[in-house]
């Protein structure tokens, strides 16, 4: 996968820029209003390979309770869901990998459970927007490198790393982010005998294995070409965000946490890394992190590659020291 990524880039770079118009897309997308987007340079969107739900998300999905589950390994990731009054909920990346959104609903509140693997950047929002619930599925664009979701009910583009409209009716419209966490399936099920976790989808996909391999390793992003990150960070260390803040995750694991600018961030050896080896469960420790608030209440951050951070908070704050 890492030398198919490698000799793809350039191509797909090229085509990307050769179509960088909305009119070229608008076949696909008849009911998408392309005059009203946030967009400066159309340049900046390209395709990543599969056509609109080439990559399918997930809808109602299915779950198990966590002594039932056999196929997960301990140290796989999984994005943790904890809605006070209901039962914690774990979302491996082993299937999120392959499909990218799931939407669920947690009581009351309407999820989506997002992971784009190229910005390893796992967030959970609230799909309650202006009074519609909304649904989403996988554009097979990406901005930046990162998925451009888009809403089944108006056709309009969402930024996955950001939660923003940014192209369509929708456009400027924000999705509220909910505290949410990855860590390793022996950690979610340590603390929550009792949890849900998804079950397998009924797809013919090779859960468990990474398309990606060797990907956090890479020099470059695939079909990124902006800056990179400022300090001398690698464009694909993985950094903490909160809000319009980053932490370097090395910072965070060296110091063993930190407690600065309202937060308390705290690492954890156990959890592999969805973007390594072949075989997600072989995959070396990147840790565990959580964000909390003075009150110890879960605070809603990503852990994404700075290259994202850097591309999408161009103004943002490092938190280098």
Same mark, same amino acid.
């Given at each position: 996968m890492a030398r198919f990524i490698g000799f793809l880039t350039p191509l797909l770079l090229i085509a990307g820029l050769a179509t960088a118009n909305p009119s070229q897309w608008r076949h696909e997308w008849p009911e998408t209003n392309f005059q009203k987007n946030n967009i400066d340079n159309w340049s900046e969107i390209m395709s990543g390979g599969p056509p609109k739900d080439g990559i399918p998300a997930i809808d109602d999905p299915k779950?198990?309770?966590? +002594?039932?589950?056999?196929?997960?390994?301990?140290?796989?990731?999984?994005?943790?869901v904890e809605i006070d009054g209901q039962t914690p909920r774990a979302y491996p990346i082993?299937?999120?990998?392959?499909?990218?959104?799931?939407?669920?609903?947690?009581?009351?509140?309407p999820?989506?459970?997002?992971?784009?693997?190229?910005?390893?950047?796992?967030?959970?929002?609230?799909?309650r927007v202006q009074g519609k619930v909304l649904s989403f599925g996988v554009s097979g664009k990406l901005r930046h490198s990162d998925m451009v979701m888009y809403d089944r009910e108006t056709q309009s583009w969402w930024q996955q790393a950001i939660g923003e409209g940014i192209v369509g009716q929708?456009? +400027?419209?924000?999705?509220?982010?909910?505290?949410?966490?990855?860590?390793?399936?022996?950690?979610?099920?340590?603390?929550?005998?009792?949890?849900l976790v998804m079950a397998e989808p009924d797809f013919n996909r090779s859960y468990g294995r990474n398309p990606y391999q060797g990907y956090d390793s890479f020099a470059r992003p695939f079909l990124y070409n902006g800056e990179n990150p400022p300090h001398g960070i690698p464009p694909l260390e993985r950094v903490v965000r909160v809000g319009d803040r980053a932490w370097p995750l090395t910072r965070i694991r060296d110091a063993s946490g930190v407690q600065e600018?309202?937060?308390?961030?705290?690492?954890?050896?156990?959890?592999?890394?969805a973007l390594d080896h072949g075989t997600i469960a072989k995959g070396r420790d990147v840790g565990?992190?959580?964000?909390?608030?003075?009150?110890?209440?879960?605070?809603?951050?990503?852990?994404?590659?700075?290259?994202?951070?850097?591309?999408?908070?161009?103004n943002g704050t490092w938190m280098v020291r």
């Amino acid at each position: 996968m890492a030398r198919f990524i490698g000799f793809l880039t350039p191509l797909l770079l090229i085509a990307g820029l050769a179509t960088a118009n909305p009119s070229q897309w608008r076949h696909e997308w008849p009911e998408t209003n392309f005059q009203k987007n946030n967009i400066d340079n159309w340049s900046e969107i390209m395709s990543g390979g599969p056509p609109k739900d080439g990559i399918p998300a997930i809808d109602d999905p299915k779950f198990l309770r966590a +002594g039932d589950e056999r196929r997960i390994s301990g140290t796989e990731p999984v994005i943790t869901v904890e809605i006070d009054g209901q039962t914690p909920r774990a979302y491996p990346i082993r299937y999120l990998t392959w499909h990218e959104i799931v939407n669920d609903q947690i009581g009351g509140i309407p999820v989506a459970v997002t992971f784009c693997p190229l910005c390893n950047s796992g967030i959970t929002f609230d799909r309650r927007v202006q009074g519609k619930v909304l649904s989403f599925g996988v554009s097979g664009k990406l901005r930046h490198s990162d998925m451009v979701m888009y809403d089944r009910e108006t056709q309009s583009w969402w930024q996955q790393a950001i939660g923003e409209g940014i192209v369509g009716q929708m456009t +400027g419209l924000e999705l509220r982010q909910l505290p949410s966490w990855m860590e390793s399936w022996d950690q979610f099920r340590a603390r929550n005998p009792e949890g849900l976790v998804m079950a397998e989808p009924d797809f013919n996909r090779s859960y468990g294995r990474n398309p990606y391999q060797g990907y956090d390793s890479f020099a470059r992003p695939f079909l990124y070409n902006g800056e990179n990150p400022p300090h001398g960070i690698p464009p694909l260390e993985r950094v903490v965000r909160v809000g319009d803040r980053a932490w370097p995750l090395t910072r965070i694991r060296d110091a063993s946490g930190v407690q600065e600018a309202g937060v308390s961030i705290s690492w954890e050896k156990g959890q592999a890394s969805a973007l390594d080896h072949g075989t997600i469960a072989k995959g070396r420790d990147v840790g565990t992190v959580r964000v909390r608030d003075g009150q110890g209440r879960d605070v809603p951050h990503d852990v994404m590659f700075a290259f994202a951070f850097h591309a999408f908070w161009p103004n943002g704050t490092w938190m280098v020291r």
